[in-house]
């Protein structure tokens, strides 16, 4: 039975990321390709570090990684604030010009620069090198520099991304099972595991929203790729009800990863 869940070292992961490319450059109607984006509930942790780091040296360089058609500028528009957006299709990049100091299309890894913030919002478990991705954001980072990220959690017991909709229920239940043996691994010390499913719903059913989740994101990988070289804080998003709260909260990731040494608003 195969479950088609590797690391990003797997030769079959090449493969998949031309594949996604492929997708996203020709799909126009893709939602992230048509209407700007809207994230007040994260991106009010971010705005807020923006302003603290201003006040404190004056400017504030910011980094937006996977943007879509972002609309954080228009969240968030201090005149000191330099803005550089990243992305993989050149679809949006007319939009971007409008909105940022600086566009970069192609891999993440592409990005040259030192920055003090670097976020992304629910573009994490779309990324099939999420090992090599963070530890070029720490390498582009300042020290006290924040990593915010902000995207489903699929280390709850059992629960699966919509990526495996084309699977299975055995090969769902077998699939759990070995990712949550992965999550156990992880909190018990050993190193993060960065899951890729090589064979997503995306090529196999009509396309609908996380069918593409790649990456089974896991805030005990963040954690366990942070030991040592800083710090990582979750925050609380506003919900509704306590269905919204329990998804907004307990099935996403809104963490912010901290480059030693912690600033002082941040180091506790």
Known sequence: MKLSLVNETHPDVATLRTALDQFYQNSPSYEAFVAPSDQPNCWRWVAAEVDVI??????????????GRTGFRQFCHPERMH???????ALNADYLRTRADEVVIGDALSVRGRFDIIFSTFAFEHVTNPRAMLEHCWSL????????VFCPRYDAPFYLPPSFAHRSWAVKFFAAAYVLARRVWTTLGGAPAFLILTDPALFHLAWARDRDAVHLASLWDLRAFARGRGTVRTFP?????AKDWF???????NAALIKQPAPPHLST
């Open 54 to 67: 201003i006040a404190r040296r004056g400017a504030c360089r910011v980094l937006e990684l996977g943007c």
């Open 83 to 89: 803005f550089t957006v990243q992305d993989v299709t």
């Open 141 to 148: 980072l300042e020290p006290g520099g924040v990593l915010f």
């Open 237 to 241: 998003i506003p919900s509704g009800s």
């Open 247 to 253: 998804v907004k909260n307990a099935l996403h990731i």
